[in-house]
T-cell receptor, first 114, second 115 residues
Framework: DARVTQTPRHKVTEMGQEVTMRCQPI?????VFWYRQTMMQGLELLAY????????DSGMPKDRFSAEMPDATLATLKIQPSEPRDSAVYFC????????????FGNGTRLTVT | QQQVKQSPQSLIVQKGGISIINCAYE??????FPWYQQFPGKGPALLIA?????SEKKEGRFTISFNKSAKQFSLHIMDSQPGDSATYFC??????????????FGTGTLLAVQP
């Protein structure tokens, strides 16, 4: 049963530290999305990639967040420096990128910044 | 114009009852409307989806009703069970910039089905 794998599942860090979250999309999927979930804002789209190229990262705070796909099996989301307001659950999702095809979500990284 | 509005925020239903969650959108370019189900500690998972060329889609106890003129769609869960207790998200997407499955999500509905 193919699934999106995210690591770590939980991360607690102090304000100002760098945080890197990793995602392994489902093999063969050519679109990858990063979402952030909070109680107040729900699921917010941060960035997405197609064939490893970034298509849109307008939802991401540019000064501290960065997203990359070093290769087809790895997507990363980095926060530097982290702030308490970044505390949230970060989800990675992948899909085929064809019309109406579903997104498959990982189980998220729960980030707590103290 | 990109928003999807969802209500109610939370819902309590008795076992065997009908759960109804509503969503509304503004952007008429949206052409795909999925519902996702999320259990605690898990990522959202696709439950059922509809395109705007049909008014209703049913899969087991789950039905989507779609009203294109009103720009509204809803999820009906018949014979609700305690195992259906979860957070439900409506979403919408359109063919955009080569990524045709970019989803815009509603704010979620926390459903509790009481035994």
């Amino acid at each position: 049963d193919a699934r999106v794998t995210q690591t770590p599942r939980h991360k607690v860090t102090e304000m100002g530290q760098e945080v890197t979250m990793r995602c392994q999309p489902i093999l063969g999927h050519n679109t990858v999305f990063w979402y952030r979930q909070t109680m107040m804002q729900g699921l917010e789209l941060l960035a997405y990639f197609r064939n490893r190229a970034p298509l849109d990262d307008s939802g991401m705070p540019k000064d501290r967040f960065s997203a990359e796909m070093p290769d087809a099996t790895l997507a990363t989301l980095k926060i530097q420096p982290s702030e308490p307001r970044d505390s949230a659950v970060y989800f990675c999702a992948s899909g085929w990128g064809t019309p109406n095809s579903p997104l498959h979500f990982g189980n998220g990284t729960r980030l707590t910044v103290t | 114009q990109q928003q999807v509005k969802q209500s109610p925020q939370s819902l309590i239903v008795q076992k065997g009852g009908i759960s109804i969650i509503n969503c509304a959108y503004e952007n008429t370019a949206f052409d795909y409307f999925p519902w996702y189900q999320q259990f605690p500690g898990k990522g959202p998972a696709l439950l059922i989806a509809i395109r705007p060329d049909v008014s209703e889609k049913k899969e087991g106890r789950f039905t989507i009703s779609f009203n294109k003129s009103a720009k509204q769609f809803s999820l009906h869960i018949m014979d609700s069970q305690p195992g259906d207790s979860a957070t439900y998200f409506c979403a919408a997407s359109m063919n955009y910039g080569g990524a045709t499955n970019k989803l815009i999500f509603g704010t979620g509905t926390l459903l509790a089905v009481q035994p």
